[in-house]
């Protein structure tokens, strides 16, 4: 089949759906995130693209210290909302159940099975976001959300964001294993050294 150009976006299929927290002068504040990355291993750190007009930007500018929340599909409603309405007009602090790790600034929610709260390392400022690189401090579950001291996926039952047909997803089925798969392939491929 021919391959079609569909023009200059950023397709990135799916993309995790989580909630930002952090901290207004007066109040913790939310809000939806999509654009959220793994960016280091030790010390684990993630990156977060926020849009310089949010309230959030100016939050994490202000204090360097913000929280990501993982929302169950039960919390598609509310994990819209605060994607919908800015902290600069509505007060969206009273939405969640809140909880504090190591920071003060980075408030978590109660209700997501799996929060974690950042301490900013690293800005890079880009024409209408910064990306905002923080070192986790401190990562928070239920036992009843984890298999062997880990976060399970169904247990957790996050749900993913595609965009920019902006859909909602919930998780499909188990059908591999990472750093595992590939291993009779490699076994079976010569290895040639030619690299660099
Ligand atoms: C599903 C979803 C994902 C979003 N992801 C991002 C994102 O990654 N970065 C961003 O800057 N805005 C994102 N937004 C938009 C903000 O959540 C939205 O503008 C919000 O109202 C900003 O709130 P604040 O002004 O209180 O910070 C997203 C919105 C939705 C609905």
Redesign the pocket.
């Known amino acids: 089949m021919a391959k079609v150009n569909i023009g200059e976006q950023t397709y990135v299929l799916p993309m995790a759906?989580t909630i930002l927290g952090s901290r207004l002068k007066d109040r913790p504040?939310f809000?939806?995130?999509?654009?959220?990355t793994r960016v280091n291993s030790k010390p684990p750190m993630l990156g977060?693209?926020?849009?310089q007009g949010?309230?959030?930007?100016r939050a994490i500018a202000e204090t360097g210290e913000f929280s990501v929340n993982f929302p169950t599909v039960a919390m598609v409603e509310i994990?819209?909302y605060?994607?919908?309405?800015?902290?600069?007009r509505v007060d969206?602090s009273e939405l969640f159940n809140l909880f504090y790790g190591e920071l003060s600034n980075a408030p978590m929610i109660s209700e997501c099975p799996l929060a974690m709260e950042c301490k900013l390392v690293k800005t890079v400022e880009l024409p209408t976001?910064s990306f905002f690189i923080g070192e986790i401090v401190g990562a928070y579950s239920e036992e009843q959300f984890l298999t062997e001291g880990v976060p399970d996926i169904k247990k957790i039952n996050p749900f993913l964001?595609t965009m920019p047909d902006n859909g909602y997803w919930s998780v499909g089925e188990l059908i591999g294993r990472a750093w595992s798969d590939g291993e009779s392939m490699r076994k079976r491929i010569k290895r040639t050294d030619t690299g660099p």
Do not use: C, E, P, R
């Open positions: 759906t504040n809000m939806a995130l999509g654009w959220l977060v693209a926020v849009s949010h309230a959030s930007h994990t819209d605060v994607g919908l309405v800015s902290g600069k969206k976001n964001l």
